[in-house]
């Protein structure tokens, strides 16, 4: 279905060519974003985020798997689980099998993306081939206003940085001369030496868990829309509707190294994106997303410790 | 280029102080709570929610907005309560286009059928535009062809903007529009800026001509079209119609100035939208002086503070 005219997409195009665009922004600027965690009060980590008037709420909830092999069970160093809900009145135009299709297409890519970042981790097993967390990521599109994967992953990544893993600790059984003795292991269970770790146990703390390991350098997304020879970032709904081409990079920078980590990219349109110009676009795609990254972080922390006085003053 | 900031902090202030109600229906309200006080209060309107009970149904006739259940007056809506005597209803906070005969708005179209195109026009339904209320090519007023039918989408096709006025309803509430006037037809040369329809107040024109090279139709639904401005005598054609360039898709060259003047114009309207205050060109030509005046950067005047500002400095100035 066609949302703008002919003259509008020519209007649109030639003005981004001449460096214009219609709220007077640079080819290169964001719309503020506005972020939020801490938003859903039963999950065990949550965000809001905004970029303009499109926003995004993720919510994640921990679980505990038995590991196993089959399709549904627990894996050795954790599970993620990503599903993202469209909304209709985001999309209203959209039938219902589109919102489907839409749902799991962006489903898809978050699961892709984010749980080859954060499995298998030692942070997310309990015992070694026995238990393990199982993270399950719900998205909600709540509006869209264009640039909708960038704040998807914006708004995950700011509910993974909010997430609280319990503190457990594992149950060992020493067996020594045919007898039984029961001892504990502190922190996350392992194995040493005859000592085997079979159950684990919540300690009985007001803390509530330890965040989770290397979220400073967890995935961020930057969607270049491409309009040769330029491209431009953050495009509004008839931004997006005029320019189809899209190239979505996903990039992870580890703390603190100055190296960067491109966990994937993927080509949205139906031009073709000729292979000479893909090494230019992914520098300069690389250039942005850690300024948003950085950018993410400092605001993350800056949000932690405003949340997190209050609730030690309770504690 | 990133800015990232905490969302701005829910307004807990449920008193609408700033209804404002034409002078005669004031009295009349006004002269109610005086006489009865009471049940309504004084001072600001209550805001009801949908579901709420707002009075007894036996003293009270129900209005726009509410139902009567288990002889109670039940409010349908999130909105203003609002009585002229015995008679109650709620005013919704937010809602659609409510069309009325012989309104301007400014839709797109979203199907093409027989002998006749939807129209999307922020209203409930969509909107319908019969072939034979559009000026077709060949000059003279005359009527639909087979000829015509069969090439609707020369005329208009899926996505195209269109300025028309409301002409009728079907039994159904949909409207009829129709752009049987020079001044209707296809739109060109600029880009649609979308505001709440309750902003757009009935004006005397709705199509202006801003000093900054810059025109505007603002549509009574809430859609509003800026763009490049077109001398009349190069609207209408020498021989008054010209279908050609009425159904053109082509824009103009447009300059980089112009391209800024309708990009600012477009942020100003978005600001003053957002601050809730209805548009008029006075006010428009004020905002765009002002923005000027301070050297206010396009990009800036979609911030916060600069739109606080503007607002501020205009409504004192209106």
Known sequence: ?315 | MFTIVSPAPRGDDLEYTTTRHHPSVKDEIDMDIEEQGGEFGEGPSRLASPGETITSAQAFMRGHGTYVENEDLVSALTGTIERVNKLVSVRALKSRYNPEVGDLVVGRITEVGPRRWKVDANARQDAVLMLSSINLPGGVQRRKLESDELQMRNFFEEGDLLVAEVQAFFADGAMSLHTRSLKYGKLRNGHLVMVPPALVRRLKSHFYALPCGVDLILGLNGYIWVSKHVKQSEQEGEEGFDAEAVYSNKNDDIDVATRTAIARVSNIIRALARHSTPLTDVLLVEAYDWAIDQDISVKDLSAEETSEAMVAAITFRA
Request: net charge negative.
């Open chain 1, 1 to 315: 279905m066609a949302y703008v005219s002919k003259s509008e997409n020519s209007y649109i195009t030639t003005s981004l060519l001449a460096g214009i665009r219609a709220d007077g922004r640079s080819p290169t600027d964001y719309r503020n974003i506005s972020l939020e965690i801490g938003v859903v009060p039963v999950a065990n980590g949550s965000a809001r985020a905004r970029v303009g008037e499109t926003e995004v709420v993720a919510a994640i909830k921990l679980e505990v798997e038995d590991v196993g092999e089959g399709e549904n069970e627990g894996r050795d160093g954790g599970r993620v689980l990503c599903h993202v809900s469209c909304t209709p009145s985001a999309y209203p135009h959209h039938s219902l099998s589109a919102l489907d299709e839409l749902s799991d297409e962006l489903s898809s890519l978050l699961q892709s993306i984010l749980s080859h970042t954060l499995t298998p981790s030692e942070q997310l097993t309990l015992v070694p081939g026995k238990k393990a967390w199982f993270i399950s990521l719900d998205a909600l599109i709540l509006s869209d206003a264009g640039n909708a994967h960038d704040a998807l992953f914006i708004a995950a990544r700011a509910a993974l940085w909010d997430l609280r893993i319990p503190y457990t600790r594992g149950i060992e059984f020493d067996i020594k001369d045919g007898e039984v003795v029961v001892g504990d292991s502190e922190g996350i269970g392992r194995m040493i030496g005859r000592k085997r770790t079979v159950d684990f146990e919540l300690p009985d703390l007001l803390d509530d868990g330890v965040p989770l390991e290397g979220r400073d350098s967890l995935p961020v997304c930057i969607s270049l829309n491409l309009l040769p020879p330029t491209h431009f970032l953050d495009a509004s709904l008839q931004e997006e509707q005029s320019v189809l081409s899209r190239l979505l990079l996903f990039f992870s920078f580890p703390q603190p190294s100055p190296t960067s980590t491109l966990y994937g990219t993927r080509f949205i349109g139906p031009n073709e994106l000729p292979f000479n110009m893909l090494k230019p676009l992914v520098k300069d795609g690389e250039k942005y997303a850690r300024e948003l990254a950085e950018a993410l972080n400092k605001k993350l922390k800056q949000e932690e410790s405003q949340v997190s006085a209050p609730m030690s003053a309770f504690g």
